[in-house]
């Protein structure tokens, strides 16, 4: 059998909880409730280090940020590195990328149409510098941008040109039509690995007006919500965000089954790079921190007559087992330096030994502000355990507490200590540099730490409460 085409679609910031069904009372998503109906949904998907440059390298790299191409956040792929799209080039195919990127932001990249136009090119740390080839993972056709973090005003940059391409229409659609129109003149022999990597739902929260349907106070909130209308109206457009991507989805599946060499014969992958808290445990707009909000990210597996339909799984999955789970799909060879698990055999209803525990962790340079700490973590079947650098720890039941809101770390220290010890076999696994000398070997830092900052960023972290305090 010819290898199928493969299609990544990325969104940026997705809550993996905030689909319909997986449950969300608010939001409806036909068209990835209609990927899941036909193939697979993990309902307990990760993303191993929740912020967008580290995650992005896990994706496409199959290592934990710390041990991967993409190290923390704002690092760029590395020129020499692996990725998805090299090997897929070597097994013959054809490789496109369109969208967010944010893996390549070299400061003194930007084009003098960026730099003549501040007030249409965001100069946020650089994020509308263009992507050296180089450090854009071997990925050929390329139209992909940095950062926009402006959905109504897009651009990107087509190829090897050195200025950028500005968008007509709000990004999620505009990207759609560019993805559709690419597929239906795709002319080569060769099979195609095409990415669209979206950046809405991430904020700022704006959507087309028509996708507004929410009245903020009818939203079912959870039990961790902290309830204001400000959060409520913000959250209202978040919804509106999501089904406008579900929308594009919709239209990107039918344009493929409207196409005979792509009808049947595409594994479409339908994932997110992290969460965003959106309210939960008083944060929005924010992700960088261990709960379920954060971490947890939609994972859908498609692929007529190869994934049965099975609907939901279990398993617990990381983005860092994409890549291997895609060349286990395909019948490629996994190289030995991949550290994530090709969970094809689940997907196919095949015996599969589950892992009993995901990696995850925050690798977060440069820092926003004094709650923005590194941190390294597990997750199991049961328990969610997290330790900073501050030396603070997290420990969650998430039978009994699935929102998050009693740490037991100091009541639980015998199931505290059994995780740490856990974690530390993962961190061994897993060519951990520095953080476990941290965990055995840490001091205590002085107090208190003086936050000089006008934006006040807590209280996600728990070094928030105890060494942190406002100046004067």
């Excluded at 005003?153 to 993805?179: C, S, V, W």
């Excluded at 007006?209 to 009245?215: A, I, K, T």
């Excluded at 099975?310 to 890549?323: A, H, K």
Aim: charge should be negative; charged fraction near 25%.
């Amino acid at each position: 059998m010819p290898h199928p085409n493969v299609i990544y679609i990325l969104s940026d910031e997705h809550f993996g909880g905030a689909m319909s069904h997986a449950g969300d009372p608010n939001v409806k998503t036909p068209n990835m409730d209609m990927l899941a109906k036909e193939g697979v949904s993990l309902s307990r998907a990760y993303s191993n280090c929740p912020i967008c440059t580290p995650s992005r390298g896990t994706i496409f790299s199959g290592r934990h940020a710390h041990a991967g191409p993409v190290q923390f956040f704002f690092d760029v792929y590395k020129p020499t590195s692996p990725s998805t799209a090299t090997y897929l080039r070597e097994a013959g195919y054809h490789t496109a990328y369109f969208g967010k990127w944010h893996c390549g932001i070299v400061r003194n990249q930007s084009p003098q149409e960026v730099r003549d136009n501040p007030d249409i090119y965001p100069a946020e740390l650089n994020g509308s510098n263009r992507t050296p080839e180089y450090h854009r993972a071997g990925f050929q056709d390329w139209y992909g941008f940095e950062i926009n973090n402006a959905p109504f005003k897009g651009f990107y940059y087509n190829g090897h040109d050195i200025n950028p391409t500005r968008m007509k229409k709000y990004q999620t659609d505009a990207l759609t039509e560019m993805a559709i129109d690419y597929i239906e003149s795709y002319d080569k022999d060769q099979p195609l690995l095409l990415t669209l990597s979206i950046e809405p739902p991430h904020f700022p929260l704006e959507a087309p007006e028509e996708y507004e349907r929410w009245n903020p106070t009818d939203l079912q909130v959870k039990p961790n919500f902290k309830d204001t209308p400000e959060i409520r109206k913000k959250l209202a457009t978040y919804y509106a965000m999501v089904e406008n991507l579900d929308h594009n989805i919709g239209r990107l599946r039918d344009k493929l089954n409207q196409l005979p060499r792509f009808k049947d014969n595409s594994l479409t992958i339908y994932f997110s790079d992290h969460g965003d808290y959106m309210g939960s445990h008083g944060a929005i707009e924010r992700k960088e921190h261990p709960h379920e909000e954060s971490i947890r990210v939609p994972a859908i597996f498609h692929w007529p007559d190869q994934i049965p339909k099975t609907n939901v799984r279990d398993e617990l999955f990381g983005l860092v087992d994409l890549l291997p789970t895609t060349l286990g799909l395909l019948g490629l060879a996994i190289p030995d330096y991949i550290q994530g698990i090709d969970f094809s055999p689940a997907l196919r209803n095949n015996s599969f030994d589950a892992p009993k525990s995901q990696l995850i962790e925050m690798s977060g340079n440069p820092r926003w502000s004094l709650d923005f700490l590194d941190w390294r973590g597990i997750i199991t079947e049961r328990y969610k355990y997290a330790i900073y650098e501050t030396g603070h720890e997290l420990l969650f039941d998430l039978q009994s507490d699935p929102y998050e809101q009693n740490n037991l770390a100091h009541s639980e220290r015998q199931m505290c200590d059994f995780m740490r010890l856990q974690l530390l076999e993962l961190l061994t696994e897993t060519r951990e540099p520095y953080f476990d000398v941290l965990i055995q070997h840490g001091v205590k830092p002085e107090r208190p730490v003086r936050d000089v900052s006008l934006n006040k960023r807590g209280p996600l972290s728990p070094a928030w409460s105890d060494l942190i305090t406002p100046s004067e």
